[in-house]
């Protein structure tokens, strides 16, 4: 064995340009697969992340059905068996109650369509990341019930200025209609024209007043400690909960535009790397074949002398093997290089890249992740292509007689 893995070392060098080739090939197809799946991902987990931060949270308690079809009738007064258990999961660093509902805002001279959002201030800001939105005034202080916060867009569609009043006039739990002046305390801007046109931020206690709630909410927003306790978490409240009627939701269920998005995106960048694999293993194909032939009249007087067929065929697994080796080592190594230094320096986009990330919801940042799972999968799939090119070239030699072999030219 140790002869022949000599000799297959010698082989790989005795014609050293056509050997670099195939070793740079290698090492090209897994630096480019291993950085742009971790730019890819790690750019995924920073939006999914910031935008769970932003508002969502990283899950929501509701009762089942109300995602499907939202409305003040599915909603739930939270008891003190929901409140342990959420305190005794180590995996959740917060929560926050909330109300959602709709509504019709009017100031003195013009009036435009609402979605409220109804948050407890002292809980969300363990919750979300919203108050630092806050561009002029002031976030909603606890103690001021009927204060609110409305986007930029909404207060110049208003025509109104902070501090002004404003009266909200919605239909209530009980089929009331709700009508209530409340304050604008602050103007938020999320960086989306539309959300931040028609959004209304609300004490919940002022909107359990203006609802008729009498301590009814829609959910409970749910931060965690990190985003991948997010399956076993929900696992867990659903497990607990869905006897009760509720169900613990992700941001794919509270999210669907940004999954689909993310999949779609996803599904191209496979498409890709499958082609950049089928590329290179067509490469490899062809050297290998180059250099089987080539050596046909070599195999050909080994094969005369008593060297079995088996033999040749395992020293050019072993060539093979080599060459693999040496360019997961080389490849690897360099893409981890630039991972951590994308890892460690995000890319901030500008100009026309930047606006095209906004439009998709995205903030216009690139990063990455040193996921283990990335290297992993691009050097299995290198040596799935490196052990499927060296099938033919093993046939051939198989197949090679002695005397062909020598009278080859």
Request: aromatic share 10%; proline share 3%.
């Amino acid at each position: 064995m140790k002869i022949l893995l000599k000799l297959a070392w010698r082989n790989i060098w005795r014609n050293w340009r056509r050997s670099l080739i195939t070793l740079i090939a290698i090492i090209f197809a897994i630096v480019l697969s291993v950085v742009m799946r971790g730019i890819q991902l790690g750019t995924y987990e920073f939006n999914i992340k910031t935008s769970i931060e932003l508002f969502t949270g990283y899950l929501q308690l509701q009762l089942q059905g109300y995602n499907d079809n939202p409305s003040l009738h599915r909603t739930f007064k939270p008891d003190s068996s929901i409140i342990k258990e959420l305190i005794d999961i180590p995996q959740i660093k917060g929560f926050s109650p909330r109300i959602y509902s709709g509504g019709l805002i009017n100031s003195k001279s013009n009036s435009t369509g609402a979605i409220i959002f109804a948050i407890d201030p002292v809980n969300e800001s363990k919750v979300s990341s919203f108050h630092t939105k806050i561009k002029d005034g002031e976030f909603i202080a606890p103690d001021n019930t009927f204060d609110i916060v409305v986007g930029k867009r909404m207060l110049k569609n208003l025509n109104v200025n902070i501090g002004d009043t404003v009266v909200i006039l919605t239909s209530g739990y009980d089929g009331s209609m709700g009508n209530y002046k409340f304050r604008i305390c602050g103007a938020f801007s999320m960086g989306y024209s539309d959300f931040d046109g028609i959004a209304v931020f609300m004490h919940i206690k002022g909107a359990d007043e203006l609802l008729s709630m009498n301590g009814r909410i829609s959910s409970i927003a749910i931060a965690l400690n990190n985003l991948r306790d997010i399956p076993i978490v929900k696992e867990k409240l659903n497990n607990k909960f869905k006897i009760s009627g509720y169900e613990a939701l992700d941001w794919k269920n509270l999210m669907p535009d940004l999954k689909q998005l993310m999949e779609l995106d996803d599904i191209s960048a496979v498409i890709y790397l499958a082609i950049l694999m089928l590329v290179v293993a067509f490469g490899i194909l062809n050297t290998l074949l180059m250099s089987v032939t080539e050596r046909f009249r070599e195999f050909g007087v080994l094969l005369a002398i008593g060297i079995k067929h088996q033999q040749l065929i395992l020293i050019l697994i072993l060539e093979v093997f080599l060459m693999t080796l040496i360019g997961i080592i080389v490849g690897t190594g360099l893409s981890y290089l630039i991972n951590y230094y994308v890892y460690l320096n995000p890319i901030n986009l500008s100009g026309d890249f930047a606006k095209i990330y906004e439009e998709f919801g995205f903030i216009p940042q690139i990063h990455s992740t040193m996921d283990i799972s990335i290297f992993l999968s691009t050097v299995y799939s290198i040596i799935i292509i490196t052990a499927i090119s060296t099938i033919y070239p093993a046939y051939r030699v198989m197949k090679l007689e002695a005397l062909k072999g020598i009278r080859y030219t």
